[in-house]
C-alpha cells in the first residue's frame, strides 16, 4: 500500500510514534529512514534531537509544539509505559525546548495544517498531513502527505522522484 502512494510521502507509525514503515516519496522528502536506528527513529527524536531534520522543518517551533501536544495526548493511556518513560527521559535530556516544554502539559487532540518543508535541493515545499488510524488494537497510523499547489510542491516532488 505504501509503494502504491508513490506521489505522496507516507510513512507507517506506531503508538509511540516510531516510523515502522515508510514509501521512496518519504526518502526523498525527509531522507533515508533506514540510515536511522532505535530511539532516532521516533518521531519526536527527529523533531527535537535530529539537527538535520529539525532543519526540514520551515516553521519548527510551531510544528515542535503542536507535535509534542498531540504525543501528550496519545501518551495518556500509557502513562508508566517504560517504552514511553525512556523516550521522555532521552528527550529531556537532548533537547532544551523539550525540557522546557514537557512539563506544560499543552494536550492537543489533532491540528490540520500545511507542513512546511525546507528541502535542501528544492527550497520551501507544502503539504497536507493525513493521519489515518488502523482498525485494530495497534494504535498504528498511516500518514500521508499529499503535496500541494503552494510553493510549485507538485513539480519539485515530481522533479525529486525522477
Given at each position: 500500500m505504501?509503494?502504491?502512494l508513490s506521489g505522496q510521502p507516507a510513512l507507517v507509525v506506531g503508538r509511540r510514534w516510531d516510523i515502522l514503515a515508510w514509501n521512496r516519496a518519504a526518502v526523498a522528502l525527509f531522507g533515508d529512514y533506514s540510515r536511522l536506528q532505535g530511539d532516532?527513529?521516533?518521531?519526536?527524536?527527529?523533531?527535537?534531537?535530529?539537527e538535520e531534520r529539525r532543519l526540514l522543518l520551515a516553521d519548527w517551533e510551531a510544528v515542535a509544539r503542536r507535535s509534542l501536544a498531540m504525543?501528550?495526548?496519545?501518551?495518556?493511556r500509557y502513562a508508566g509505559d517504560p517504552d514511553f518513560e525512556r523516550?521522555?527521559?532521552?528527550?529531556?535530556?537532548?533537547?532544551?525546548e523539550f525540557r522546557a516544554?514537557?512539563?506544560?502539559q499543552?494536550?492537543?487532540?489533532?491540528?490540520?495544517?500545511?507542513?512546511?518543508?525546507?528541502h535542501p535541493g528544492c527550497g520551501l515545499m507544502a503539504f497536507e498531513t493525513i493521519a489515518l488510524s488502523l482498525l485494530d488494537s495497534s494504535d498504528?497510523?498511516?500518514?500521508?502527505?499529499?503535496?500541494l499547489a503552494e510553493?510549485?510542491?507538485?513539480?519539485?516532488?515530481?522533479?525529486?522522484?525522477?
Open positions: 505504501l509503494a502504491s532516532e527513529r521516533n518521531i519526536l527524536s527527529m523533531i527535537f534531537a535530529n504525543f501528550r495526548a496519545d501518551t495518556a523516550l521522555i527521559s532521552i528527550l529531556t535530556a537532548s533537547s532544551e516544554w514537557w512539563p506544560r499543552d494536550v492537543l487532540r489533532t491540528h490540520a495544517s500545511p507542513k512546511w518543508i525546507r498504528m497510523k498511516l500518514m500521508v502527505y499529499p503535496p510553493e510549485n510542491t507538485v513539480s519539485k516532488l515530481d522533479f525529486l522522484l525522477t
